[in-house]
């Protein structure tokens, strides 16, 4: 094929990219010869032969080296109140666990690949074959100063791990906009490590799916921020860690009772109205109560507000979204929505009635969840898909058989079901952590 671009210019190639937008491949590359594609491969592949022409590789290089410059397609789909969204994580280069610790950030694989990309947003549909999905948006993409800090760090922390042994027991929780995702069929390859002898999952870089949305936006808004930030200018100057300026923001505030909390920041906040806990740390974080918190969208951090009892006891479990039976006994351990939902990364805020019934602030931390409570956590799932086709669905594990989490109704009434795989119309019901459990977790941070 004719190269119809100069491969050394960032500019020329970005703009040939451009072209893109608001076609499909077919019309890209016009109908010659790819009538015997028939779609076969993946749209990345399909677009780097047919419409950059060059042939899809594994090189540690960026596909266009002379201009430095990465390509990467990444699905989107249509949200009811958001529009177009990012439909997952985007996958960068692959890990390899010997070699990463080798390196530093400067000069790691990751960074010679992944500094500039050039990025193609496509419409899944999966009524459409691969060369009818429309591409909606093409840009190019540098990490701006203060998600660059953000990600370096996150680059650390992978290496830390594997460093120490633990590359097996590494989680998408244990990082903000940059992690470490499984890699290939159902998450079952399997790679040595450096310092340990246990083989690791395959995995590699990945930007956070919330990251993917932060970078859509700004590419379709001309720059402008999306939400509320917790890093303020002379934060970003001096490359203050994120987690640092969210502890030292509740700091002050540990052992305060909540409505002192308010009266203390000066906001105008109702203790009775819903959603009140969700606005306070907010408002605490420096963001507006009807904000989103920027840095938090981008690593698709889960903000989960704790009460305690005098004696210490969390006063509730914490639920997941309800599940669908017939969709869970389909997954698979490693691609299931619970793995990926105990994966992210928690921001806890703890509070604590005294015995008169006031409220009590008594800690806010970031918490991923640990390997071997992950474990336990595999076990009541795949007991729960074991039951659920055996037609036992109406009794799934309950909170006395794991010390980590549970099975129980999630429902409107006893009328909200969903159909089993043996036909039975059986209550909505979700995945809990135990308040045992949550009790665990405070003890482990304060």
């Given at each position: ?68 410059l ?63 999905y ?6 190019s ?40 995702c ?54 970003r ?43 306070l ?68 805020v ?14 806010a ?28 669905a ?10 980590v ?36 977790i405070?003890?482990s941070?304060?």
């Amino acid at each position: 094929m004719e190269v119809l671009y100069n491969k050394k210019d960032k500019h020329a190639i970005v703009a040939f990219a451009k072209r893109l937008e608001g076609k499909t491949l077919w019309q890209a590359c016009g109908t010659v010869g790819m009538h015997q594609i028939g779609g076969k491969g993946n749209f990345g592949s399909l677009l780097e032969k047919h419409y950059f022409g060059y042939e899809p590789n594994s090189d540690a290089q960026p596909d266009f080296p002379e201009a430095g410059l990465e390509l990467k397609t990444t699905p989107l789909k249509k949200h009811a109140k958001a529009g177009l969204v990012s439909k997952e994580r985007l996958v960068l280069n692959l890990i390899n666990y010997v070699q990463l610790t080798k390196e530093t950030f400067a000069d790691s694989s990751f960074w010679k690949k992944n500094s500039q990309l050039l990025l193609v947003f496509y419409l899944h549909d999966k009524e459409k074959t691969l060369l009818d999905y429309d591409i909606k948006v093409v840009g190019s993409w540098e990490f701006p100063e203060e998600d660059l800090a953000v990600i370096k760090a996150d680059w650390e922390t992978i290496v830390t791990k594997v460093r120490q042994g633990k590359a097996h027991e590494l989680s998408e929780g244990d990082t903000f906009y940059l992690g470490a995702c499984t890699k290939g069929a159902k998450g079952g390859n399997r790679r040595q490590q450096p310092f340990s002898h246990i083989q690791a999952k395959q995995r590699a870089f990945s930007l956070k799916q919330g990251y993917v949305n932060h970078i859509l936006h700004r590419l379709t808004q001309g720059g402008r921020e999306r939400y509320g930030t917790i890093l303020k200018t002379q934060e970003r100057t001096a490359s203050v860690p994120l987690e640092e300026v969210v502890m030292e923001r509740f700091r002050p505030f540990y052992g305060m009772e909540v409505e002192a909390i308010v009266r203390q920041i000066g906001c105008d906040l109702n203790s009775r109205a819903k959603g009140f806990y969700a606005s306070l740390t907010k408002v605490v974080l420096g963001i507006q109560p009807d904000e989103q918190i920027d840095e938090f969208e981008k690593g698709d951090v889960v903000i989960r507000t704790v009460r305690l009892k005098p004696n210490g006891n969390a006063a509730e479990d914490i639920s997941f979204p309800a599940f669908r039976y017939k969709e869970l006994v389909e997954q698979s351990w490693d691609t299931s929505d619970l793995k990926e939902d105990l994966e992210k990364k928690f921001f806890f805020v703890f509070y604590k009635y005294d015995s008169s019934g006031g409220l009590y602030l008594q800690k806010a931390a970031f918490w991923n969840m640990p390997y071997t409570d992950l474990e336990e956590a595999r076990k009541v799932w795949l007991e729960t898909v074991r039951r659920i086709r055996r037609g036992q669905a109406h009794t799934l594990p309950k909170k006395s058989e794991n010390r980590v989490c549970h099975v129980r109704p999630h429902a409107r009434n006893s009328h909200d079901t969903n159909e089993t795989p043996d036909g039975q119309l059986v209550v909505k019901k979700s995945f809990w952590l135990n308040n045992s459990y949550i009790k665990e977790i405070y003890t482990s941070l304060s």
